[in-house]
């Protein structure tokens, strides 16, 4: 069978380095560059791959640890290349220094493979030959791993930056190349065909097995830092229930002590200033006369700031009885719902600025209806929006939205048509459901 060109055969260790790097890419193309930083990785790889090809002339030998020496020196300088390109953390930079070295190692495996064809075995004898499977093969393996992972490498450095992730590839991925290399020596020794197709089909699914545990790892650490976000965002917004529960009481006797002052500077002020004074503080204790204290609550302390951004709120629900709604849960729902509402609608200008809820009961469901003008369109995703401050994730107030509603067995909508915003939620009374 022809064998590949000498130069190839020659300074293979160099030329896995720039493979290494290009497998890199796939999973660093949402990274930003750093200034200067091709120029740099360029002349950082080419010194690297003239170090790799001198050691590995001198040190390279059929036993495992002279190779797992010169493996080690040509990921550190991989480690390298990925950290002077991309403007990531050094932890980052190990992170995907691994999942380019072991996508790599798929390509390689593969283009072994290949060469059982005879027909391939004669096209890769030849420069243009080698050159073109090589683009063909590691190509493909790149682009593969780009479809197949983009869901991760999209969301940027902070889906890698975990240290703990970074030293568990690492070692991960070393104990894989010293079984792989003990393995094939082994192979050689015994006569055996470590180099033919068992061999390098083991080697594909231990690769694909280190690449699936890297980003399982990752999604499971991902999972745990929004959990972590999600009790703190409860926390801060039960202290805030606490808090707005107290200043309700004091905001409803302040108005009261104020109208009663009004009344006393009649002829001190003029009417117009008298009437404009009402105005605003009729406006904070109307938005709180709902018929249910927590919504009162709630209205009283987005009032005021509705009327400074000009947004006309109105809420119906004088027969609303949610009383098999826990107050907790339904103050985070609404104060959800109106937070993204006031951020949406402030966006709008002023007199195109609303709020509308409608809160009723019907037998054992609540319903729950709000409107808001909106500038479109409005990108949605698994039926959420997306939060227009940080567009890879949902906003954690919908996921809090949606995390109550499912605790109620209820349902959530969301719509956006002619520059207004639609939530509808059905919550079911829990007992009531499950009887």
Partial sequence: MPGLPSWYNEHWQAL????????????????????HGIPGMIAWLAGGAVIVDLLSHAIWTSHPLPQLGVIAVLYIILIGAVFICFDVSFWSSMFLASSGYITQNIASCIKA????????????????????????????????AFFIFRSYTGKGESEFNNRLKAVFSVIVLFVCAGVIRVDA????????????????LYQILCSCFILALQYGVLE????????????????????????????????????????????????RLSREQIDALQLRIGGVAAAARTGNEILDVLLMEKAALCMQK????????????????????????????????????????????????????????????????????????????????????????MKSVARLVD?????????????????????????????
Avoid at 123 to 135: E, I, K, Q, R, Y
Avoid at 185 to 200: A, E, M, N, T
């Fill in 16 to 35: 896995l380095l720039f493979q290494a790097f290009l497998a890199v890419l796939p999973f660093a193309w949402a990274l930003n560059r750093r200034r």
């Fill in 113 to 144: 493979l290949l060469r059982n064809s005879a027909l391939s075995s004669r096209l890769m004898a030849s420069t243009p030959g080698v050159l073109f499977v090589d683009l063909l093969v590691y190509g493909g393996t790149g682009l593969a």
């Fill in 185 to 200: 020596i082994l192979g050689v020794q015994s006569g055996g065909y470590s180099y033919g197709v068992q061999d390098r």
């Fill in 220 to 267: 499971r650490a991902d999972m745990f830092r929004q959990m972590d976000a999600m009790r703190e965002l409860i926390h801060q917004q039960r202290v805030q229930f606490e808090t707005s529960k107290q200043n309700a009481q004091v905001i409803n006797e302040a108005c009261h002590d104020l109208k009663k002052m009004l009344s006393d500077f009649r002829g």
């Fill in 310 to 397: 000009e947004i006309q709120i109105t809420c119906y629900a004088s027969e609303a009885d949610l009383d098999f709604l826990e107050e907790i849960d339904l103050y985070f729902l609404m104060n959800n719902l109106l937070t993204n509402a006031m951020e949406a609608t402030e966006k709008m200008p002023a007199g195109e600025r609303f709020i509308t809820i409608n809160v009723s009961r019907s037998g054992d469901m609540a319903l729950i209806h709000m409107e808001n003008s909106c500038e479109g369109p409005v990108e949605m995703e698994n039926g959420l929006p997306k939060s227009q401050r940080d567009p890879r994730y949902h906003g954690f107030g």
């Fill in 407 to 435: 605790k109620y067995d209820g349902s959530l909508a969301v719509k956006y048509m002619d520059q207004v915003f639609c939530v509808d939620i059905t919550l079911f009374h829990a007992e009531k459901a499950a009887s």
